[in-house]
Structures are given as C-alpha cells and as structure tokens.
T-cell receptor, first 113, second 114 residues
Framework: ETGVTQTPRHLVMGMTNKKSLKCEQH?????MYWYKQSAKKPLELMFVYSLEERVENNSVPSRFSPECPNSSHLFLHLHTLQPEDSALYLCASSQDRTNSPLHFGNGTRLTVT | EDQVTQSPEALRLQEGESSSLNCSYT??????LFWYRQDPGKGPEFLFT???AGEEKEKERLKATLTKKESFLHITAPKPEDSATYLCAVQAGYSGGGADGLTFGKGTHLIIQP
C-alpha cells in the first residue's frame, strides 16, 4: 500500500468532457506534485504545491487546472483535452522542496478519445 | 540546460548475470542524483540519493555510484524480481532547492530471465 493514493486508476474521456484526478498523501509531507509520463519520454513536471504555495510550469496548457485544498490532497481538473494528452498522470509528494526524494502514487492512466 | 541520458534503453540478462546501468548527466551544480525503480502499472519507487562524487550506496543486490559526469547502478546476481524500468534524475543546485528542479532520464528497461 503506497503512502500516496491516486484515483481513479484508469480514465477514458471524450474531448468535451470535464473530469478530475484525485491524489491523497498519508506521509505528512509538505510538497505535492503532478507529473505526466508519456511513452518514450522522460517524466514531465506539471505543477508543484508547497505549503499551499503553487509553482506552475508555464508550458502546461490551461486545460489542466490544479487544486490543492490542504497539504494532504491534490486535484487535477481536466477539460477540453486533446488525444495527445493521453498519458499516465503521476502524483508525488516530498517532505519539503530541498533534496527530499519524491514518493509517487501509482498514477491515473488517462485515455482521451 | 540540464540533461540526463540513460543507457542502454533496454537490457536483457540471465538470472545471476551481473551488469551495470549508466546515467550520464550535465547540470549546473549538482545538488543530488536520484535513482528510482518503476514496475509496470505502478509509480516510480525511490531507491537512492547520491550527493557528491565518490559516494556509493547499496541496497540488497543494487549498488549506486557517482562521478562528476555519470552514475552507475550495479546489479549483482540479479533475480527475475529485479525486472523493472530504472529511472535516473538530477537536481540542479541553482533551482532554489526545490524538487521541481528534477530532470529525469528516459529510463532503462531491465529484464531478468530465469
């Protein structure tokens, strides 16, 4: 049982749908992250939250919208996605943002049709 | 721009056949180098952090080493359960200290045949 839990594990959505991915960490960490993992590509950082402060990667399209209501929960709201957004979306947490290793959830496999 | 290159992309070994995975990096001031293991359908699992050249860390059949240009993950007498994708990531010192400075490689897909 991982200390970082993601739901749902699999999601199929059309391009006009709105859905949300959920992440919860039980490790008492202060920082949480969203990563995108596509085939044959390195992990891509999307968003970082640390003590409720959001650090955004400017290259992330606005159809991805993160929300962090508290230090244990992280959401990724999705709307008007494109087929190229199909990927594994991984949530991670760390004790802080200095040298602490990331602890990942098992991801949500997203397919956009 | 920070870069991480892992080789080989894929490696198939017989059980008990020792080998090494390579992670070459270029970074402006290394703050830390991380190794992760990822099984199919799961998220990456943290293995090691190395901070300075000459440092070594071990865990069961795995040993990670670090030089100023590359890191090796040595696998001694591997077993089928060691089959996984191994990821390397570096954190640059200029990033302000945050894990958001991590640059990942594409990984090495390791298969250990019984």
């Amino acid at each position: 049982e991982t200390g970082v839990t993601q739901t749902p594990r699999h999601l199929v959505m059309g391009m006009t749908n709105k859905k949300s991915l959920k992440c919860e960490q039980h490790l008492g960490h202060n920082a949480m992250y969203w990563y995108k993992q596509s085939a044959k590509k390195p992990l891509e950082l999307m968003f970082v939250y640390s003590l409720e402060e959001r650090v955004e990667n400017n290259s992330v399209p606005s159809r991805f919208s993160p929300e962090c209501p508290n230090s244990s929960h992280l959401f990724l709201h999705l709307h008007t996605l494109q087929p190229e957004d199909s990927a594994l979306y991984l949530c991670a947490s760390s004790q802080d943002r200095t040298n602490s290793p990331l602890h990942f959830g098992n991801g949500t496999r997203l397919t956009v049709t | 721009e920070d870069q991480v290159t892992q080789s080989p992309e894929a490696l198939r070994l017989q059980e008990g056949e020792s080998s090494s995975l390579n992670c070459s990096y270029t970074v402006s001031g290394l703050r830390g180098l991380f190794w992760y293991r990822q099984d199919p359908g799961k998220g990456p699992e943290f293995l090691f952090t190395l901070y300075s050249a000459g440092e070594e860390k071990e865990k069961e059949r795995l040993k990670a080493t670090l030089t100023k240009k590359e890191s090796f993950l040595h696998i001694t007498a591997p077993k089928p359960e060691d089959s996984a994708t191994y990821l390397c990531a570096v954190q640059a010192g200029y990033s302000g200290g945050g894990a958001d400075g991590l640059t990942f490689g594409k990984g090495t897909h390791l298969i250990i045949q019984p």
